[in-house]
């Protein structure tokens, strides 16, 4: 089986890190250290997982980076107390708040609390805003900004495509379709936003040019589902049973990809398609958080 249509992440994401480390050495060079910091509420495991993963990238690309590690049980009010803190810190160019949070904190209001300026993860209404508007200068979040960065690089004509999204997630569903289907260059293209409550789906993917599933239903996307040649783009990350895996479980996406990469057109693989792709944006974020703060560098890229 051929795999000549895959979409390689890890080697964009590769050529997204250089320019981000451009970026950080013209910085640097101006007397700036871009710092990113991050927070994590309790021991999820998964959490501990992905902030490791973005520490060590953020190193090898000459961020700082700081992690700060509360118990479980802490008190809202005292979250929200160290984010007023270092929205004054000038020297803090974006923070993350890594999700899930424990229950009793409501993660609406813990967004909302991260200055605009230094909401890297995208989720502050204001930049939400921006990004519904079509207005310049906010973030966007980055799975879906890692997404278009994958279309863009790969050379998949948006403007004018028929594009499903499948999922309505504030994380990925609804700005990957605000993010499409601006009156902008490399968007312009008629989205259709698929969720659990939509009517004839599979009628729906059969339709589209590019195919974005982020509905987190392990192999939901079967090969009678796409049209031959459509682009398809995996985001789901779904946890499988599997007995015969050292750990008793496999990760898979939402695409079966062994139905599908043979019909797609192109087709990211899972892993190493949109997940190297997030961390790659969120990098990019913060850097340019960095230059709009301090008036350094091209913070419009």
Excluded: W
Excluded at 106 to 130: A, L, Q, R, W, Y
Excluded at 163 to 177: C, F, W
């Amino acid at each position: 089986m051929s795999l000549d249509n895959l979409i390689d992440g890890r080697a964009i994401a590769k050529e997204v890190h250089a320019e981000t480390e451009a970026r950080v050495a013209a910085l640097k060079a101006d007397g700036v250290e871009p710092c990113l910091v991050f927070i994590r509420v309790g021991e999820d495991p998964a959490s501990r997982v992905y902030v490791g993963m973005k520490e060590r990238t953020a190193a090898k690309l000459g961020i700082r980076s700081e992690t700060t590690v509360l118990p479980e049980d802490t008190p809202e009010a005292e979250l929200l107390e160290l984010l007023e803190k270092l929205n004054a810190d000038d020297s803090v160019h974006g923070v993350l708040v890594q999700a899930p949070l424990p229950g009793h904190i409501d993660e609406t209001k813990v967004f909302s609390t991260v200055s605009p300026g230094k909401d890297i993860d995208g989720f502050h209404p204001v930049n939400v805003g921006k990004l519904m508007l079509g207005e310049g200068g906010g973030f966007v979040p980055c799975t879906p900004g890692g997404v278009h960065e994958l279309l863009i690089r790969s050379g998949v004509p948006v403007e004018g495509a028929k594009v499903v999204v499948l999922g309505r997630g504030n994380i990925v569903g609804k700005p990957m379709t605000a993010i499409l289907c601006q009156k902008d260059k490399h968007a312009n293209a008629t989205v259709t936003l698929c969720h659990s409550r939509s009517r004839d789906v599979a009628e729906h993917c059969r339709r589209a040019d590019i195919l974005v599933a982020a509905m987190g239903v392990a192999d939901f996307v079967k090969a009678d589902m796409c049209k031959p040649g459509a682009t398809v783009i995996d985001v789901g990350v779904n946890r499988v049973d599997d007995t015969a895996a050292e750990k008793g479980y496999r990760l898979v996406g939402d695409v079966d990809f062994a139905a599908v990469q043979p019909i797609a057109g192109k087709i990211t693989p899972n892993p190493g398609g949109v997940g190297p792709m997030t961390i790659a944006m969120l990098m990019r974020n913060t850097v340019r958080a960095a230059e709009q703060q301090t008036g350094k560098g091209n913070p419009t890229i």
